[in-house]
């Protein structure tokens, strides 16, 4: 009788087993060298799968893919040190994003550090590329810090892209550097404001995500963010 009330609980822990193995799989493949965070039913915030509540039902619906660690400014909160210079290769990182496709992917995102750093962006906008014309994912999104991506960029790769988002934790240029969003005199506030202008001329929906620090917790940035007018403004502390 025993081995009758067991056997329901024998089939739910293999099929959990089997969706978890094959999610390993994908995140494997991707790298053991880069962060990732896949979400099923609800929002994760680490390389963590979800426990499946309905274990037929685990997919990877939204994947976030931090394929570098390297980034070109020094923000004190930033928790994506650059440990270590390693990427994936493009046609690895392919084969790992078909087989979450495989799996049920409808959204991807590419973080890093800075995605626009490796290959002057055109790695990102290959992977970007590949997503929407091979794997026609609904939703393809970068976030970036801004500084490298050039209207050359937009010009390759913007039609693949759904989605830019780009940090701005403050529109003094003094606060930013303060906060290690800076780069020599390059000026982020008026990269940002380019951005924006691409985004517009080449159909990418933009948004911003300004990070909540001592430097700028007294800086009121509606007016800014009224006159940008992003489709999100997502802002928050920092996660250390
Ligand atoms: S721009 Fe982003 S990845 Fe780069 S140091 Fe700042 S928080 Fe970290």
Known sequence: MMSLYLLPVMEVLTAVWRNMSFLLQCMKMLSSWCWMEVSGTRKVSS??????????RVK??????????????KCGFCFHTAKTSFVLPIEEAKK??????????EKINFSGGEPFLQERGNFVGELVKFCKKELKLPSVSIVSNGSL????????????????AVSCDSFHEEVNKLIGRGQGRKNH??????????CCDYNVAFKINSVINSYNVHEDMRDEITMISPIRWKVRKPSI
């Open 47 to 56: 390389p963590k799968i979800i426990a499946p509540q309905d274990p037929g």
């Open 60 to 73: 990877p619906i939204s994947v976030n893919y931090h394929f570098t660690r390297q980034c070109n400014y």
């Open 96 to 105: 790992g994003l078909a087989m979450l496709k495989d799996a049920g992917m």
């Open 149 to 164: 991506i050039t209207e050359k960029w937009f010009k390759s790769y913007g039609e693949y892209l759904d989605i830019l």
């Open 189 to 198: 506030v008026e990269k940002l404001m380019k951005i924006r202008q691409w």
